[in-house]
């Protein structure tokens, strides 16, 4: 009788705590995920030249721009981790919200009198050292460094307002990945994570034709298509900023819409998992750091987020681009084709993460999207004039970059205490979407030396085959949970 109580607690505990959050979160997600890659779609008319609306930037200047986002996002990555922890995740992300919809609008108004303030400093030359040693690290693949020099004012804006767009974001995502872990217990974490991450795949389906419809339809007062992209877009985050902190609970222990049965069994559950994994005397938070970057499964799932994320960066960046040179289709059918790989990623990622939770078993789920993702990606490099190879594979690089998210991030709470966790899960994000620099870098640069996409996708997969090797030799601590 006690057995079946305490399963109906846990039962309604877990629903109601789904229900409350989950949308929500979603929601957030998505928001924030548009506001990072609508760059994609823009830059079809930012690249045109100034007489015809555009700001002639070329496939170089995009991909240095894409990527710099993630030089901003790089630097506060662990302290907006620990901030989660430690303070308030409510407050902080809905800090982060306010941030990024402001900067995400501003992006709209590239070239405006009223920005030339920006250009009093030469942003290339400030980026110009970092980009210069990143730059020397893709020199290895035969890849020109980028040319940061006699930049117009327009790039000046692009790069200061592409950093400050990810400063703004930074400790977003790692944040929510530590919020959920003060919500859901080990053994329902990768179902959950899925749940929230299937905003990425969803906001890149709604949000390449939401945004291809704004470029091609709204040219309110005078400004261009692409330009309401980048407003439209960014305004929603803001206020749904300010919505976050008001409706978001920190804690359980917080939560007033919780009843007491079910706020007693999960606070209850969650301590129980976290005193399993501590070891001796309760550590100061210096000392939690010092553990997460003494860990070597840290600098394992480092390596293994880094060499993904920069397949799936080059991948997102330039999809749209890649399939409006699709010979004999029309904007739609580009654009169907171009939310196939997310189509099916959203739906392999909620089932390899329903199926993980139920089996309890995490690598294989880490490896076999990754392996698969690999091979697709080189299938498309290999025959890049069939339309239909190409759909398929396309569609099945989707299945690989999207399945395997949910199931590698429970791998910081299966080794870690929450404290410690929340630092190795800041480091892997903020090493890993360095990534996000170097896959559009390189397919930006290769596209503009060989004039096809063809090598630099070449590169995404042998990238992604690297990350799934690695995967291969994480392995759960013998005492987990169950």
């Known amino acids: 009788m006690a057995v079946n109580a305490t399963d109906s607690v846990a039962a309604r505990a877990h629903k109601r705590i789904t229900w409350r959050l989950m949308p929500f979160l979603l929601l957030l997600y998505f928001l924030a995920y548009i506001d990072r890659t609508n760059v994609g779609v823009a830059a079809l008319h930012m690249k045109k030249s100034l007489g015809d609306g555009g700001l002639g930037f070329d496939d170089a200047i995009i991909g240095i721009g894409a990527g710099i986002f993630f030089i901003g996002y790089f630097l506060l990555e662990i302290p907006g981790t620990l901030i989660v922890e430690k303070w308030s995740a409510r407050k902080w992300i809905a800090r982060i919200m306010i941030t990024w919809g402001i900067v995400a609008t501003l992006m709209g108004f590239i070239g405006a009198p009223w920005l030339q303030w920006i250009c009093l400093v030469d942003w290339c030359a400030v980026f110009r050292p970092v980009t210069a040693v990143l730059g020397t690290l893709t020199s290895l693949l035969g890849v020109d460094p980028p040319n940061m020099t006699n930049c117009s004012c327009e790039v000046k804006q692009f790069y200061f307002l592409r950093f400050l767009l990810g400063l703004a974001e930074a400790g977003f995502f790692p944040g929510i990945i530590v919020y959920l872990s003060h919500w859901f217990r080990y053994r329902d974490r990768a179902k959950a994570k899925s749940q929230f991450m299937i905003g990425l795949p969803v906001a890149t389906m709604v949000g390449i034709p939401l945004s291809r419809w704004i470029m091609e339809n709204v040219q309110w007062g005078g400004l261009t298509g692409w330009r309401w992209v980048y407003i439209i877009e960014g305004i929603p985050s803001f206020i749904i900023g300010f919505v976050t902190l008001y409706y978001l609970t920190d804690k359980p222990k917080d939560a007033k819409w919780l009843p007491a049965d079910e706020k007693a069994w999960i606070m209850g559950e969650l301590e129980r998992e976290n005193l399993a994994k501590q070891s001796g005397e309760k550590k100061s938070l210096w000392g939690e750091i010092k553990e997460a970057l003494s860990r070597k499964e840290t600098y394992l799932l480092c390596g293994i987020y880094l060499a993904v994320v920069i397949g799936y960066y080059g991948l997102t960046f330039f999809v749209p681009a890649i399939t409006e040179r699709m010979q004999g289709r029309s904007t739609g059918e580009k654009t169907f084709i171009a939310t196939l790989p997310y189509i099916f990623g959203l739906i ?58 949910p199931v590698f991030w429970t791998w910081p709470s299966a080794f870690m205490t929450s404290a410690v966790a929340a630092t190795a899960v800041g480091l892997i994000n903020s090493v890993g979407n360095l990534g996000g620099y170097f896959g559009p870098q390189v397919v930006g640069q290769m596209k503009k030396q060989s004039g096809s996409y063809m090598p630099g996708l070449k590169f995404l997969a042998v990238s992604i085959l690297v990350s799934g090797l690695l995967a291969m030799f994480l392995k759960l601590p013998e005492k987990k949970e169950s």
């Open 348 to 405: 392999t990622m909620l089932w390899n993460a329903h199926h993980s939770d139920k089996t309890g078993e995490r690598r294989i789920h880490t490896v076999w999207p990754l392996l698969i993702g690999s091979v697709a990606m080189g299938l498309v490099a290999f025959y890049p004039d069939n339309l239909t190879i190409s759909i398929i594979c396309l569609s099945l690089a989707g299945v690989g970059l999207h399945a395997y998210l």
